[in-house]
């Protein structure tokens, strides 16, 4: 146990471990079956996660791709709070704490971060022994000294005070009813909340309804939008989604298919804080399109408006910097 270890590499290690003589072909028809759960409906009352053998296929499916999603957003949110750390976090429905990881090595090179308690709360106690195992492999000391709770994720869902609230790839199993109420919950109980789903058009939608009822609350969205204004896509038309890197490990491969030693999970997201957030000018909301000398950038910018803009040679500095930019930056950069 390295407790130096980053929390990415940390999380790798402790998956290999775990992974470790699963035969791939066992995992594979876990996989297969959490795919066929998670794409058809499933009843709020019901886990996705039954027993261990789907708590494998999960960790060796899911596990890296959420954790990079939820850390990219992080990433994003903790540029418009400088100087903010959590000193307490819940999880909510963080089955075996792929987001607790992320929200471990936000702030695990900052002054006080890394300090934090975490709550990890999920109804399935098969993704919480997991997670717990997990965390006493490798993880940092805030994930070895987290409470992992079995809790239905619903409206019947209290929460104590709390720093931060993150929710997962939570949503999509639920009613619109428990949506509804699980959103107000964390709103109510949180200074800062994060919900992170899928970068489909329905996740997007979801992300939307979270993101009315969070400013409803009285929250103000730090990111990805840079205004707490209606979003500006015309719902059925478009979504915003984003994309983060994940890399694959050759279990990872097997059980997945393919042979790429990466792959890129497209996710949206909403995070909110309570008081102020240095929120950017804009956000480039689609991949960069580079041509010869010439830059094009999809904006969504703090007026509320969708708008491209084209930055050329003629622009110096700026044009060196829109060659750097990625797909989810602020723009123009920070600095």
Known sequence: MNDSLPAAEALRSALAGLLDGLPPKQASQAVERLIANYRGTTPTGTPLLRDRSDVLAYAAYRMPATFEAVRSALDAFRVTVPGWVPATHTDIGGGTGAASWAV?????DTEGGG???????????????LGRELAAETGPPVLRAAQWQRARIGSALTLESTDLVTVSYVLGELTEADRAAVVDTAAAAAQAVLVVEPGTPDGYLRIMAARDRLIAAGLRVAAPCPH????????????????????RSSLHRQVKGGSLPYEDEKF???????GDAATAAARVVRKPQIRKGLVLLELCTDAGELTRENVS???????????DTAWGDPWPPHG
């Open 115 to 129: 300090a934090h308690r975490t709550t990890v709360l999920d109804w399935a106690e098969p993704a919480l022994e």
């Open 313 to 323: 040679k003629r622009h110096g500095d700026l044009y060196r910097a829109a060659r």
């Open 268 to 274: 949206s997201y909403v995070a909110a804080v309570r």
């Open 104 to 108: 471990a090595g936000a702030w695990e």
């Open 228 to 247: 707490s204004e209606t979003c500006p896509i015309e719902r059925g038309t478009d979504w915003c989604h984003f994309s983060a890197r994940v890399n």
